[in-house]
T-cell receptor, first 114, second 112 residues
Framework: DAGVIQSPRHEVTEMGQEVTLRCKPI?????LFWYRQTMMRGLELLIY????????DSGMPEDRFSAKMPNASFSTLKIQPSEPRDSAVYFC????????????FGNGTRLTVT | SQKIEQNSEALNIQEGKTATLTCNYT??????LQWYRQDPGRGPVFLLL?????KEKRKERLKVTFDTTLKQSLFHITASQPADSATYLC???????????FGKGTTLSVSS
């Protein structure tokens, strides 16, 4: 099993540009999560999906952020337009159903917006 | 609002000693408490999970305690090794394991 795969690993873009982050969850997992990590705020949950359906997007900072999961093996997080304060490491994670099933994280995308 | 605090940002200990990390929380009644390890440039990796009705869980050199009255978890690494150096995150979740919130982590450094 390759684990959760995220791309790109690093993204540098200019303010105002559109950014798309990609995630391939572990096959067979029921849930997919998008987190953002900064030194100041730690790991923050942005949105999560259950069986490809968005369940809770209350953590999405503002309308500039959107996430989709068109099928069980692919999800995207899009920021349009990007701003310097969006600079962070974005993690995707997946899990099986059940409260005692842990999260499996990808290695993240480090986003820098200049 | 829900809040998780890990006792310190950094902990330095000598090889062979026991490392003890603390996680306190408020305004939450979690069903599960989890501990993760994060190495630089990598995503968090799951270590241990303990249920609200469990007091203690062990796995090899790791031990986790959970006191729902004190709203506190202690994470112990016995016979610590330099390879244990990493950031350790505690996380709380609901019954479904979906509303998972994380502490900011404690960075452990084990010197030889």
């Amino acid at each position: 099993d390759a684990g959760v795969i995220q791309s790109p690993r690093h993204e540098v873009t200019e303010m105002g540009q559109e950014v798309t982050l990609r995630c391939k969850p572990i096959s067979g997992h029921d849930y997919l999560f998008w987190y953002r990590q900064t030194m100041m705020r730690g790991l923050e949950l942005l949105i999560y999906f259950n069986n490809n359906v968005p369940i809770d997007d209350s953590g999405m900072p503002e309308d500039r952020f959107s996430a989709k999961m068109p099928n069980a093996s692919f999800s995207t997080l899009k920021i349009q337009p990007s701003e310097p304060r969006d600079s962070a490491v974005y993690f995707c994670a997946s899990k099986l159903a059940g409260g005692n099933s842990p999260l499996h994280f990808g290695n993240g995308t480090r986003l820098t917006v200049t | 609002s829900q809040k998780i605090e890990q006792n310190s940002e950094a902990l330095n200990i000598q090889e062979g000693k026991t490392a003890t990390l603390t996680c306190n929380y408020t305004n939450y009644s979690p069903a599960y408490l989890q501990w993760y390890r994060q190495d630089p440039g990598r995503g968090p990796v799951f270590l241990l999970l303990i249920r609200e009705n469990e007091k203690e869980k062990r796995k090899e050199r790791l031990k986790v305690t959970f006191d729902t009255t004190l709203k506190q978890s202690l994470f112990h690494i016995t016979a610590s090794q330099p390879a244990d150096s990493a950031t350790y995150l505690c996380a709380l979740s609901n019954q479904a394991g979906t509303a998972l919130i994380f502490g900011k982590g404690t960075t452990l450094s084990v010197s030889s």
